[in-house]
T-cell receptor, first 108, second 120 residues
Framework: GQQVMQIPQYQHVQEGEDFTTYCNSS?????IQWYKQRPGGHPVFLIQ?????EVKKQKRLTFQFGEAKKNSSLHITATQTTDVGTYFCAGPHNDMRFGAGTRLTVKP | GAVVSQHPSWVICKSGTSVKIECRSLDFQATTMFWYRQFPKQSLMLMAT?????????EQGVEKDKFLINHASLTLSTLTVTSAHPEDSSFYIC????????????????FGDGTRLSIL
């Protein structure tokens, strides 16, 4: 089935630095969803992007959907220790396949 | 709203034991639920799609006789790990999406808290 590739696998930043994770698909996606999983927790839905070129913001988080609807990114401005966790993207399948995730650690 | 409850949260048992994990949608109906397995520091691996009133759809490489799935109602799906062995130890997590006209395909997934299974 269709897969979404996600990079980087890990990212370690100093508190206050920015962070970006990217997802890419070989085929056009009708939408893409982003989730955050804190250590020891379960994934929590963050946002869904549907339109070509769409940009959505949630405080310090900015989500983008590519013009071709094949890629997406999540950018965090001025990271905080509360941002620690793994960020997953997921394509719109009936079977909900997730990207590999980017594990973010933040050094205070 | 859209709360998914998963029970138990932690299981430790002897090899050869069968373990049942329940996944409930508390405030919404879910004709489709998903079961995942997650190894430490890895992504969620979809095991199967649970369909209310019909057989589950298993992913390639997942033994359906090993991982029995039952979705007998619109709010409950169960995963039974039969004759569990140490290699079955993992974090199992379920998810569900709200049933809307047009299906659940584009709906956000709501996850249970997961079950940590340890087989001795």
């Amino acid at each position: 089935g269709q897969q979404v590739m996600q990079i980087p696998q890990y990212q370690h930043v100093q508190e206050g630095e920015d962070f970006t994770t990217y997802c890419n698909s070989s085929t056009t996606l009708s939408n893409i969803q982003w989730y955050k999983q804190r250590p020891g927790g379960h994934p929590v839905f963050l946002i869904q992007l549907v339109k070509s070129g769409e940009v959505k913001k949630q405080k310090r988080l900015t989500f983008q959907f590519g013009e071709a609807k094949k890629n997406s990114s999540l950018h965090i401005t001025a990271t905080q220790t509360t941002d620690v966790g793994t960020y997953f993207c997921a394509g719109p399948h009936n079977d909900m396949r997730f990207g590999a995730g980017t594990r973010l650690t933040v050094k205070p | 709203g859209a709360v998914v409850s998963q029970h138990p949260s932690w299981v430790i048992c002897k090899s050869g034991t069968s373990v049942k994990i329940e996944c409930r949608s508390l405030d919404f109906q879910a004709t489709t639920m998903f079961w995942y397995r997650q190894f430490p520091k890895q992504s969620l691996m979809l095991m199967a799609t649970s369909n209310e009133g019909s057989k589950a759809t298993y992913e390639q490489g997942v033994e359906k006789d090993k991982f029995l799935i039952n979705h007998a109602s619109l709010t409950l799906s169960t995963l039974t790990v039969t004759s569990a062995h140490p290699e079955d130890s993992s974090f199992y997590i379920c998810s569900a999406a709200l049933d809307v006209m047009g299906g659940t395909r584009d709906q956000p997934q709501h996850f249970g808290d997961g079950t940590r299974l340890s087989i001795l």
